[in-house]
């Protein structure tokens, strides 16, 4: 059986609560708490801190998760490491196709393409002067 009484400041009785399932939603909105995560914390000085120390991680952060209100922390730090997810999978594909893209170019040294150009315009030179001896 449960019975909750809610007080105004002046200690008037406002509302009483007999269902416990409307008690346990109550007190677990008022909390931002559940019954577990409560005794877990609320025992904690009271000799139940070894059992919050080896209980598992998952719930240590669930329990703390809830009592520090840091859900929309959590949400925001799963859509940051999607998006940076999203942004190296773009650049993993950006730098996919500049490997192809040096793969299709050779590269010359300076000299070397220097000297091709002068022979390619001394050929064009000798059949320009070909061309105006005929």
């Given amino acids: ?5 809610i ?12 269902k416990r399932t409307e008690a346990d939603q109550l007190i677990r909105e008022l909390m ?3 019954a577990k995560q409560f005794s877990q ?8 801190f070894r059992n919050f120390l080896v209980s598992s991680s998952s ?3 669930t ?15 799963e859509r940051l490491k999607e998006k940076a997810k999203q942004q190296q999978q773009k650049l993993d594909h950006l730098e996919q196709e500049l490997h192809l893209l040096q793969k299709r170019f050779v ?3 300076e000299e070397e393409a220097a000297a091709g ?7 064009w030179t000798n059949h320009q002067a070909i061309l105006e001896k005929q």
């Fill in 1 to 5: 059986k449960v019975t909750l009484t």
């Fill in 7 to 18: 007080f105004d400041g002046k200690g008037k009785e406002i509302k009483q609560i007999t």
């Fill in 32 to 34: 931002n708490l559940d």
């Fill in 41 to 48: 914390i609320v025992l904690l000085p009271q000799g139940e």
């Fill in 59 to 61: 719930e240590k952060e």
């Fill in 63 to 77: 329990v703390l998760r809830h009592l520090f209100g840091t859900q929309f922390f959590q949400q925001f730090n």
């Fill in 107 to 109: 590269l010359v040294k």
């Fill in 117 to 123: 150009f002068e022979a390619v315009l001394s050929q």
